[in-house]
């Protein structure tokens, strides 16, 4: 049977490991033991390297070394300008996305493909390890990371010969680590600290099926702050020092040397640092270090009651803490966790290892020799497309458990309308613009009926990797849509928790402009229809002064949709529905009764130009 391999594809770091036919689980290690690969490309004059070598070369100044390139992965150039401040290597825009100048090749490579030279080294290991051809894999990505991280996740496994059989969320792939889903449910915080960011989750697994209930974190938390706070201690207390650190190969050993000690002093209580070259020599505690570490304490737990308020969870409802990241060693964030949930930690797998071991897990549930076991993540946050009136119609909401599936009719606004665009979204908010565009596509070929006739049907799809395919389809001409999404360009966690409370403080005001706005589009459909329909019928269907109301009630929701009060515009249409429901019922006329309801696509505007 062929192997199927989990890996780890980490900011700072990456692992391969495999799940044996005996049920236990193998970091798969380099030739010199190693099971952590730095997730670090060096590009130098003398060739490309990855891993340990590649981070040795960061001073090296004819060299680009590329590191946490996963935070670039999926998304616009313009959408890491952040991102991009923190670096240290350079990165161009590339038709929109960013890449990373290799002059000594004359080439750019783009997140994905450093991603790839990644996954490439780790497929060699694993070859060599497992003593055979390795193409099968699962590959983690954040719980938060979108649409297009997944997708290029994904094409970073292909661009490395891997055939990627999923994308799995490391929360989800730490509590398979430790048979949860296998042999227990319950609900699951995960608590991952690494080096420079940290996640928060919170996992319900019920009958084998894990769902993310909440996320929450800080991309730039993590253990490197805490060296950088001790740095900072022992620079402002020497001036001496200070000046000396003013070289980067001075700094970096104190940095070094910073790291030890905190280490050191999750097995110790006090730590003597000596360093006799630069003259200096100090003692650390760990009640000293416990203050410096205070702020990130605060921040971490900021963003863990924030996951535990969106999710509606009380801290004591969860059953067991599972610690990921080498940071979470750390003795304060221990007690901290410990202290918030009251509950056990699951901390017997090695933290830095723990998220490989459960892809490994997966790896061979898919590969076939295990069934018993169902995965499934949710949808972080609702999808939907765009309507009449520039509003949000959801057709997946978030949370949604996926692979999921939706569909809904759809029908024109304009009579003899042959075309239909339909603008994907992603958000909560009620209008469109308020949300994220994913992409956009066109349905031609539609048959020139009154408005309100056509039926489209708009399905959604999210395969179980989380990639959404959005099609439509004329019904009575079967007519379908050439569906090209465009990759949604990602979303970071803070993004996907801004968008959030975006919706949330803006709830009140977008849901009465939406009433108001799908007030007017309701209006004029019915004005529409009810001008249409006056003029096909005769006298004999309608009397004069039955029209006379007619045109006279039409008049005035004319003007009431000039204003801005919903309201008077909704009971406008209810006076004018009742004076043409006798017209109605006379005239059995189904195109008609449509128009009067249903949801309406916008047609493309012939410029090019707002269709709203
Ligand atoms: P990761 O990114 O998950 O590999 O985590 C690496 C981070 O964990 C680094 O910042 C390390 O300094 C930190 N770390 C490793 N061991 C310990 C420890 N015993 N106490 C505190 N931090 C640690």
Known sequence: MKPVVGIDLGTTHSLVAYRKEDGTVEVLRDREGRALLPSVVALSPDGVSV???????????????????????????????AERAHLSYPV?????????PDPERGRTL??????????????????????????????TVPAYFNDAQRQATKDAGALAGLNVLRIINEPTAAALAYGLGEKKDGLFAVFDLGGGTFDFSLLEIRKGIFEVRATSGDTHLGGEDFDRAILTEWLESDPGLAAKAERPEVKDILRKEAERAKIALSKTSEVTVRL??????????????????????????????????????????????ILVGGSTRFLRFREAVAEFFGKPLLDSVDPD?????????????????????????????????????????????????????????????????????????????????????????????IPPLP?????????????ANGILEVSAREQTTGQRANVVIHPSYGLAKEDVRELLKEAFSHAKEDFELRLLVDSRTEAQTVINATARALATVGSDILDERERQAIEAQTKILRTAMEGNDGKKVRDEIRTLDRLTQPLAERL?????????????LPEIPPEGGSHA
Request: aromatic share 4%.
């Open 51 to 81: 891993g340990w070598g590649a981070r040795e070369l960061i001073n090296n100044p004819k060299t680009t070394v590329v590191y946490a390139a996963k935070r670039l992965m999926g998304r616009s150039f313009e959408e890491t300008a």
């Open 92 to 100: 161009i825009d590339k038709n929109g996305s960013p890449a990373i």
């Open 110 to 139: 783009t997140p994905p493909e450093i991603g790839a030279l990644i996954l490439s080294n780790l497929r060699s290991r694993a070859e060599e390890a497992l003593g055979c051809a390795v193409a099968d894999a699962v590959i």
């Open 276 to 321: 006799p070259s630069l003259e200096f020599s100090t003692t650390l505690t760990r009640a000293r270090l416990d203050t410096l570490v205070a702020p990130f304490v605060s921040r971490a737990f900021h963003a863990v009651r924030s996951a535990m308020q969106d999710s509606g969870i009380e801290p004591q409802a969860v059953d067991g803490v």
């Open 353 to 445: 290892l723990v998220v490989a071991e459960g892809a490994a897990v997966q790896a061979d549930i898919l590969s076939g020799r295990r069934k018993d076991l169902l995965l499934l993540d949710v949808t972080p946050l609702s999808l939907g497309i765009e309507t009449i009136g520039g509003v949000t119609s959801t057709l997946i909401p978030r949370n949604t458990t996926i692979p999921a599936q939706a569909k809904e009719l759809f029908t024109t606004y304009v009579d003899g309308q042959v075309n239909v665009d339909i603008h994907v979204l992603q958000g909560e908010r009620e209008m469109a613009a308020d949300n994220r565009s994913l992409g956009r596509f066109t349905l031609s070929g």
């Open 451 to 463: 408005a309100g006739a056509p039926r489209i049907e708009v399905t959604f799809q999210i395969d």
């Open 588 to 600: 059995v006329n189904h195109s008609l009764t449509e128009a009067l309801s249903g949801k309406h």
